[in-house]
């Protein structure tokens, strides 16, 4: 093959990788901007600190069930977040005093990545997503992660006593 045969041929390839590249970004940027995800990081990694933040995982998509149900335009969604933050910080904290820890917890609305999740019949790319994240004393244990909005975190929880999401 001649030099220019290559150099065509390697610039071709590059465009198309490029192209492909470009166009994948820009999908996994349209889903983590219709998507709200929960995230809950335990106080450690101990057993009783993996089993407490399950049961205010589960409190907390109890309580806020019917709020994430509507279609919402991110807007709305996001405005919706931060005025029950409060009450959902009320559900976990509470959540934990009735099961006898003293720790404190935080519930914030931030931006942070996440690793691609497959499940199998759609897939979760990577990339900086909003979450409702609440951290349990130190923060320094295993984590939990569903999707809030739309929907998807009950049957996930649900659906097995183990924690499917931690990371």
Same mark, same amino acid.
């Given at each position: 093959?001649?030099?220019?045969?290559?150099?065509?041929?390697?610039?071709?390839?590059?465009?198309?990788?490029?192209?492909?590249?470009?166009?994948?970004? %820009?999908?996994? *940027? #349209?889903?983590?901007?219709?998507?709200?995800?929960?995230?809950? /990081?335990? =106080?450690?990694?101990? $057993?009783?600190?993996?089993?407490?933040?399950?049961?205010?995982?589960?409190?907390?998509?109890?309580?806020?069930?019917?709020?994430?149900?509507?279609?919402?335009?991110?807007?709305?969604?996001?405005?919706?977040?931060?005025?029950?933050?409060?009450?959902?910080?009320?559900?976990?904290? %509470?959540?934990? *005093? #009735?099961?006898?820890?003293?720790?404190?917890?935080?519930?914030? /609305?931030? =931006?942070?990545?996440? $690793?691609?999740?497959?499940?199998?019949?759609?897939?979760?790319?990577?990339?900086?997503?909003?979450?409702?994240?609440?951290?349990?004393?130190?923060?320094?244990?295993?984590?939990?992660?569903?999707?809030?909005?739309?929907?998807?975190?009950?049957?996930?929880?649900?659906?097995?006593?183990?924690?499917?999401? #931690?990371?």
């Amino acid at each position: 093959m001649k030099r220019w045969e290559l150099s065509l041929l390697i610039g071709m390839m590059v465009a198309v990788i490029f192209t492909s590249f470009g166009a994948f970004g %820009a999908q996994c *940027r #349209e889903v983590s901007g219709q998507v709200l995800r929960l995230h809950v /990081l335990a =106080n450690s990694d101990s $057993e009783q600190d993996q089993a407490l933040k399950l049961k205010v995982r589960d409190a907390v998509l109890e309580g806020t069930a019917g709020l994430f149900e509507s279609d919402f335009g991110k807007d709305a969604l996001m405005a919706l977040t931060r005025e029950h933050l409060h009450e959902i910080e009320a559900i976990a904290q %509470a959540t934990l *005093r #009735e099961n006898g820890s003293e720790h404190s917890v935080s519930a914030k /609305l931030v =931006n942070m990545y996440f $690793e691609t999740r497959d499940y199998g019949e759609f897939i979760l790319p990577a990339g900086y997503y909003d979450a409702v994240r609440i951290s349990i004393g130190a923060g320094a244990g295993q984590n939990w992660w569903c999707v809030m909005f739309p929907p998807m975190c009950i049957p996930a929880a649900q659906a097995s006593p183990l924690p499917l999401e #931690e990371q």
